[in-house]
């Protein structure tokens, strides 16, 4: 650290993460942050760098990553160099997942639209029929998600 690279309080840093000092406290006691330094009175004090590894933390949070995940991935980013593909595999999983999530956010999105669509042309009609639509694309989204399920006409 040099002497003019600015440091931040516990709860400077609170304020600029939205994380609470306990979650601080505890990402530093998980691990997932690098170690923290401390004044001569033992008061932690952040620096840019890891304010800037808690905002990558946070969106891999934010994206669905397991704690247990994020740990793996602060080790070997604190281990250093040789194991960038350990990292790059751990990454690469996780991304699969994301996409995964994206596409079935996609999907109900895609719903919603249609739906808000529907319910706007119905009011300016002043009709309701064909507000609820059955098709293929349903019992192709219910076979999927609850295979079991048996759909009637009407419902």
Known sequence: MTSSERMFSIGDVSARTGLSVD????????ALLPPIE????????????DV???????RLRASGMPLTEVAKYA???AAGTGNESQRLE???????EVRSQLAAL???LDLI???VSTYTDALERGRSEGLFEHDQDDDAYFAAVKPDRVLTRGA
């Not at 401390?38 to 840019?48: L, Y």
């Open 90 to 96: 751990l990454l690469k999983a996780h991304e699969v």
């Open 52 to 58: 800037g590894w808690i905002g990558i933390c946070q």
């Open 106 to 108: 996609q999907d109900a």
């Open 75 to 77: 080790a070997l980013v």
């Open 23 to 30: 979650t601080l406290r505890f990402y530093e006691r998980e």
């Open 113 to 115: 639209t249609m739906k």
């Open 38 to 49: 401390r004044t001569v009175g033992g008061r932690r004090v952040f620096s840019e760098d």
